[in-house]
């Protein structure tokens, strides 16, 4: 079974629309991570947050972190095209290594 | 400049036949990684270097391994591949294996094993 899974598995939104992806875990973490990866490329980190972090925010994206309930979720403001990809989250504990969910497909049309 | 390059990007091969991959980092990174993914399994950890000559198994290292002989460059060997081990592989590295470290990726290695 997964030690991080994201949903949903895929979605679309209209460029200029907010999208959220959501990310479940299961277990005690020490951070989790969300990655995004375009077509023909690696993932790239987008945000790291910590277990006593509750928000980070990069430019249009936000994520938050609840241990209580084991997930967190990566929004994106005024998506563009170029927001189009898989996006990853990732957990990391102290008795594992770094694990990826399955990953989000978001394709963002005009 | 912070990048991972992996060589070479696409690879056709018979089955059988042995498979060499290589990355490189100019980050002076301990730790590197080798995953592959497949469509819906997301990303598998084959197997993770801590340093040179200090390797570990990940979650599918069956019919791989690796050698590490310099921090910059780690390798992925399939000695007899399979059809099986068709995907694209990815190295990674980071500043070090502990938890809550960012893995910089490079852009892939597609392989077909025919």
């Known amino acids: 079974s997964q030690l991080a899974e994201e949903n949903p598995w895929a979605l679309s939104v209209h460029e200029g629309e907010s999208v959220t992806v959501n990310c479940s875990y299961k277990t005690s973490i020490t951070a989790l991570q969300w990655y995004r990866q375009k077509s023909g490329e690696g993932p790239a980190q987008l945000i790291l947050?910590?277990?006593?972090?509750r928000e980070k925010r990069n430019g249009r994206l936000r994520a938050t972190l609840d241990t209580s309930s084991q997930s967190s979720s990566l929004s994106i403001t005024a998506t563009r095209c170029e927001d189009t990809a898989v996006y990853f989250c990732?957990?990391?504990?102290?008795?594992?290594?770094?694990?990826f969910g399955q990953g989000t497909s978001l394709s963002v049309v005009p | 400049d912070m990048k991972v390059t992996q060589m070479p990007r696409y690879l056709i091969k018979r089955m059988g036949e042995n498979v060499l991959l290589e990355c490189g980092q100019d980050m002076s990174h301990e730790t590197m990684y080798w995953y592959r993914q497949d469509p819906g399994l997301g990303l598998q950890l084959i197997y993770i270097?801590?340093?040179?000559?200090?390797?570990s198994e990940g979650d599918i290292p069956k019919g791989y391994r690796v050698s590490r002989k310099k921090r910059e460059h780690f390798s992925l060997i399939l000695d007899s591949a399979k059809t099986n081990q068709t995907s694209v592989y990815f190295c990674?590295?980071?500043?070090?294996?502990?938890?809550?470290?960012?893995?910089?990726f490079g852009e892939g290695s597609r392989l077909i094993v025919v």
């Open positions: 947050i910590r277990s006593n972090e």
């Open positions: 990674a590295s980071s500043l070090s294996g502990s938890s809550g470290n960012t893995l910089y």
């Open positions: 270097s801590y340093d040179v000559d200090s390797n």
């Open positions: 990732a957990a990391s504990s102290s008795f594992s290594k770094l694990v």
